[in-house]
């Protein structure tokens, strides 16, 4: 499956974004999805995560609270509303998805086969 992210931006602390990715090429409905974000100098880290069905999502301790992931497989999108930002929310972040027959979500890169391209989040204080 091939992996498209947009909608990052710069936005003030305090403000919202919300991101978007979206999948061809595959039965997405067979995708687990997770998104994962880079800062600068630091390394990759995931953020948030959605089973197959949408019935099992996932957050970093750092965003819970702030941040909701959904999917529309109709759609053959995920989304991440970002809310609350922060400066250090600032980085690119990245969608990836794995096939799986279970409502797992798991938080770490090498179980994601599929990644699509960054997308830039800016949060200025």
């Known amino acids: 499956v091939q992996l498209q992210a947009c909608g990052g931006g710069l936005v003030q602390a305090g403000g919202s974004l919300t991101l978007s990715c979206t999948a061809s090429?595959?039965?997405?409905?067979?995708?687990?999805v997770g998104w994962f974000r880079q800062a600068p100098g630091k390394e990759r880290e995931f953020v948030s995560g959605?089973?197959?069905?949408?019935?099992?999502?996932r957050y970093a301790v750092s965003v819970k609270g702030r941040f909701t992931v959904s999917r529309d497989n109709a759609k053959n999108t995920v989304y991440l509303q970002m809310s609350t930002l922060k400066p250090e929310d600032t980085a690119a972040y990245y969608c990836?998805?794995?096939?799986?027959?279970?409502?797992?979500?798991?938080?770490?890169?090498?179980?994601?086969?599929?990644w699509g391209q960054g997308t830039q989040v800016t949060v200025s204080s």
């Open positions: 990836a998805a794995r096939t799986t027959v279970t409502g797992a979500v798991l938080m770490e890169e090498p179980s994601y086969r599929s």
């Open positions: 090429g595959g039965a997405f409905s067979n995708y687990a």
């Open positions: 959605i089973s197959r069905a949408g019935t099992v999502r």
